[in-house]
């Protein structure tokens, strides 16, 4: 990825112990990048870095177009 900014948000998804990150289907990074549902990403926080599995939302309350929304 081009170390673009998305604006982090936790969602209250039970996911059972596994990372995932929630992006919008009309994301510009999702759409720039040609992700896939499912894929691995990495998600970097000042000095913190985990791996998730990311998810596709087209619902608004979940995830809007400029940002994430995480485990």
């Known amino acids: ?3 673009q900014t ?3 948000r936790r969602v209250a ?3 059972y112990h596994e990372n995932v990150a929630y992006l ?3 994301c510009e990074v999702y759409r720039a990048e040609g992700f896939q549902a499912l894929s691995k990403i990495k998600i970097s926080t ?3 870095k985990i791996l998730a599995v990311l998810n596709v939302v ?3 309350s979940i995830c809007h177009t400029d940002g ?3 485990f």
């Open 1 to 3: 990825m081009n170390n």
């Open 6 to 8: 998305l604006k982090l």
């Open 13 to 15: 998804i039970d996911t």
């Open 24 to 26: 919008h289907r009309e």
């Open 46 to 48: 000042n000095d913190n």
């Open 58 to 60: 087209d619902d608004d």
């Open 68 to 70: 994430a929304g995480t």
